[in-house]
Protein backbone atom coordinates (compact mmCIF):
# COMPACT_ATOMS: atom_id res chain seq x y z
CA UNK A 1 0.00 0.00 0.00
CA UNK A 2 2.78 1.92 0.08
CA UNK A 3 1.89 3.55 -3.38
CA UNK A 4 -1.48 5.12 -1.71
CA UNK A 5 -1.08 8.76 -0.52
CA UNK A 6 -3.97 9.70 1.52
CA UNK A 7 -4.79 13.88 1.64
CA UNK A 8 -6.89 16.52 2.35
CA UNK A 9 -8.49 17.93 -0.48
CA UNK A 10 -8.29 21.49 -1.02
CA UNK A 11 -10.27 24.04 -3.57
CA UNK A 12 -7.88 23.21 -6.43
CA UNK A 13 -9.55 19.92 -5.96
CA UNK A 14 -13.11 20.26 -6.51
CA UNK A 15 -13.94 19.70 -10.43
CA UNK A 16 -11.83 16.60 -10.08
CA UNK A 17 -13.80 15.28 -7.14
CA UNK A 18 -17.05 16.12 -8.86
CA UNK A 19 -15.69 14.39 -12.24
CA UNK A 20 -14.39 11.23 -9.98
CA UNK A 21 -18.22 10.87 -7.81
CA UNK A 22 -19.75 10.68 -11.40
CA UNK A 23 -17.80 7.86 -11.92
CA UNK A 24 -16.91 6.00 -9.01
CA UNK A 25 -19.91 6.95 -6.40
CA UNK A 26 -23.21 4.95 -6.00
CA UNK A 27 -25.81 7.53 -6.91
CA UNK A 28 -25.96 11.71 -6.28
CA UNK A 29 -26.15 14.07 -3.61
CA UNK A 30 -27.93 17.57 -3.51
CA UNK A 31 -24.90 18.74 -2.14
CA UNK A 32 -22.92 18.03 -5.77
CA UNK A 33 -21.82 21.01 -6.91
CA UNK A 34 -19.08 23.20 -6.88
CA UNK A 35 -20.47 25.37 -4.52
CA UNK A 36 -21.17 22.40 -2.10
CA UNK A 37 -18.00 20.89 -2.36
CA UNK A 38 -16.03 24.30 -1.80
CA UNK A 39 -18.43 25.10 1.03
CA UNK A 40 -17.18 21.97 2.59
CA UNK A 41 -13.59 22.48 2.10
CA UNK A 42 -13.63 25.69 3.12
CA UNK A 43 -15.46 25.32 6.75
CA UNK A 44 -13.65 22.12 7.44
CA UNK A 45 -10.57 21.81 5.54
CA UNK A 46 -9.35 18.25 6.45
CA UNK A 47 -12.73 16.44 6.30
CA UNK A 48 -12.86 15.37 2.36
CA UNK A 49 -10.18 12.81 1.82
CA UNK A 50 -8.92 11.45 -1.22
CA UNK A 51 -6.77 8.52 -1.71
CA UNK A 52 -3.99 8.62 -4.67
CA UNK A 53 -2.41 6.40 -6.77
CA UNK A 54 0.58 7.35 -8.92
CA UNK A 55 -1.14 11.23 -9.04
CA UNK A 56 -4.59 9.59 -10.11
CA UNK A 57 -7.31 9.67 -7.71
CA UNK A 58 -8.38 6.47 -6.58
CA UNK A 59 -11.07 6.97 -3.63
CA UNK A 60 -12.76 9.52 -1.54
CA UNK A 61 -14.05 10.18 1.75
CA UNK A 62 -15.82 12.59 3.60
CA UNK A 63 -14.99 12.37 6.89
CA UNK A 64 -17.02 15.23 9.23
CA UNK A 65 -17.31 15.81 12.92
CA UNK A 66 -19.92 18.49 14.07
CA UNK A 67 -18.35 18.40 17.87
CA UNK A 68 -20.53 15.52 18.47
CA UNK A 69 -20.71 12.98 16.30
CA UNK A 70 -18.55 11.50 13.39
CA UNK A 71 -20.69 11.20 10.14
CA UNK A 72 -19.03 9.67 6.93
CA UNK A 73 -20.32 10.27 3.66
CA UNK A 74 -18.89 9.53 0.07
CA UNK A 75 -16.98 6.74 0.66
CA UNK A 76 -16.10 5.94 -2.95
CA UNK A 77 -13.51 3.88 -4.85
CA UNK A 78 -13.09 4.24 -8.90
CA UNK A 79 -13.50 0.62 -10.19
CA UNK A 80 -10.43 0.44 -11.55
CA UNK A 81 -8.96 0.40 -7.80
CA UNK A 82 -11.26 -1.70 -5.88
CA UNK A 83 -10.05 -4.60 -3.66
CA UNK A 84 -7.00 -3.01 -3.24
CA UNK A 85 -7.11 -1.57 0.29
CA UNK A 86 -8.00 2.09 -0.60
CA UNK A 87 -11.31 2.22 1.03
CA UNK A 88 -9.50 0.59 4.17
CA UNK A 89 -7.03 3.21 4.16
CA UNK A 90 -9.42 5.68 4.00
CA UNK A 91 -11.35 4.41 7.09
CA UNK A 92 -8.25 4.40 8.75
CA UNK A 93 -8.07 7.97 7.93
CA UNK A 94 -10.74 9.00 8.94
CA UNK A 95 -10.82 7.21 11.74
CA UNK A 96 -7.81 8.73 13.30
CA UNK A 97 -9.19 12.35 11.82
CA UNK A 98 -12.39 11.39 14.63
CA UNK A 99 -9.97 9.84 17.44
CA UNK A 100 -7.68 13.02 17.07
CA UNK A 101 -10.81 15.31 17.62
CA UNK A 102 -12.46 13.42 20.37
CA UNK A 103 -15.01 11.40 18.49
CA UNK A 104 -16.12 8.42 19.98
CA UNK A 105 -18.45 6.86 17.28
CA UNK A 106 -18.37 6.70 13.59
CA UNK A 107 -21.71 6.30 11.48
CA UNK A 108 -21.99 6.12 7.57
CA UNK A 109 -24.77 7.11 5.46
CA UNK A 110 -25.06 3.64 2.80
CA UNK A 111 -27.53 3.61 0.21
CA UNK A 112 -29.56 0.42 0.90
CA UNK A 113 -29.91 -1.00 -2.36
CA UNK A 114 -25.72 -0.67 -2.39
CA UNK A 115 -24.87 -4.38 -1.73
CA UNK A 116 -21.22 -3.81 -2.62
CA UNK A 117 -20.88 -1.42 -0.19
CA UNK A 118 -22.50 -3.34 2.55
CA UNK A 119 -19.97 -5.75 2.07
CA UNK A 120 -17.00 -3.03 2.39
CA UNK A 121 -18.44 -1.26 5.54
CA UNK A 122 -18.99 -4.26 6.63
CA UNK A 123 -15.50 -5.54 6.18
CA UNK A 124 -14.35 -2.23 8.05
CA UNK A 125 -16.28 -3.41 11.19
CA UNK A 126 -19.57 -1.04 11.28
CA UNK A 127 -22.93 -2.77 11.19
CA UNK A 128 -26.16 -1.44 9.93
CA UNK A 129 -28.51 -0.35 13.39
CA UNK A 130 -31.92 -1.10 11.84
CA UNK A 131 -33.70 0.97 14.67
CA UNK A 132 -32.64 3.67 13.43
CA UNK A 133 -33.85 5.64 9.69
CA UNK A 134 -33.20 8.66 8.38
CA UNK A 135 -35.69 11.84 8.09
CA UNK A 136 -34.05 14.36 5.61
CA UNK A 137 -35.81 18.01 3.96
CA UNK A 138 -34.47 19.51 1.47
CA UNK A 139 -33.86 23.06 2.37
CA UNK A 140 -33.44 24.68 -1.44
CA UNK A 141 -35.81 24.39 -4.10
Not at 69 to 85: F, K, Q, S
Not at 123 to 140: C, D, F, H, I
Request: aromatic letters at 8%; charged letters at 25%.
Amino acid sequence: MSDLRIRHATPSDVDTVLAFWREAAEGTSISDDRDGVARLIARDAESLLLAERDGTLAGTVIAGFDGWRCHLYRLAVHPAHRRRGVATALLDAAEERFAALGGRRGDAMVLDENALAHHAWSAAGYAREPQWSRWVKPLTP
